[in-house]
């Protein structure tokens, strides 16, 4: 079946603009996470969605960052005003909770962004 | 806090030889598990393998296994009969339970290279 999918894959803005990253799980996939990999912080967690609320925001790295889930399937990040240290590689990942076990995320392909 | 520390930034393997990749981990949690990626040029992050804590056996998936050594706090990736395919970053990462999400942890991951 379809992977996890993510769009654009490469976005040029200027400081200052909004963005919006898409990212579409595996169909049948209720876990859904976003995660930033930047040169300089390596790979690091911004928010999980469980259907459709996401109980965990801790990882926003400022509130100029926030994500929705609509569906319970796709979901959108959105960073406002961006800044050139909001450039980085932004993934997302889907799993499927199984009851006493550690589930498997699967990720996308990332959307690389580039603040100028 | 959870760490994981991959303490090979880079390495060089002859095509056909076996490789291990070093990973030690840092936690106070008593159930946990433990993943590898690849991630090729592309960027995407590709699953590899899985160990729980809790798994009397060391896990393996085709080529790929996993030496686990719970008392060392260690999770080192074995690749048997490595391929020039193999070439990749390599990142080792620890799953932890936070309200109900399993938020990955990473190490700064492996850069493999297989010389022909």
């Known amino acids: 079946g379809a992977g996890v999918s993510q769009s654009p894959s490469n976005k040029v803005t200027e400081k200052g603009k909004d963005v919006e990253l898409r990212c579409d799980p595996i169909s049948g996939h209720t876990a859904l996470y976003w995660y930033r990999q930047s040169l300089g912080q390596g790979l690091e967690f911004l928010i999980y969605f469980q259907g459709n609320s996401a109980p965990d925001k801790s990882g926003l790295p400022s509130d100029r960052f926030s994500a929705e889930r609509t569906g319970g399937s796709v979901s959108t990040l959105t960073i406002q005003r961006t800044q050139q240290e909001d450039s980085a590689v932004y993934l997302c990942?889907?799993?499927?909770?199984?009851?006493?076990?550690?589930?498997?995320?699967?990720f996308g392909p990332g959307t690389r962004l580039l603040v100028l | 806090a959870q760490k994981i520390t991959q303490t090979q930034p880079g390495m060089f393997v002859q095509e056909k030889e076996a490789v291990t990749l070093d990973c030690t981990y840092d936690t106070s949690d008593q159930s946990y598990g433990l993943f590898w990626y690849k991630q090729p040029s592309s960027g995407e992050m590709i699953f590899l393998i899985y160990q729980g804590s809790y798994d009397e056996q060391n896990a393996t998936e085709g080529r790929y296994s996993l030496n686990f050594q719970k008392a060392r706090k260690s999770a080192n990736l074995v690749i048997s009969a490595s391929q020039l395919g193999d070439s990749a970053m390599y990142f080792c990462a620890m799953t932890r339970m936070i309200q109900g999400a399993q938020k990955l942890v990473f190490g700064q991951g492996t850069r493999l290279t297989i010389n022909p």
């Open positions: 990942a889907s799993s499927l909770p199984r009851s006493g076990s550690w589930e498997t995320q699967y």
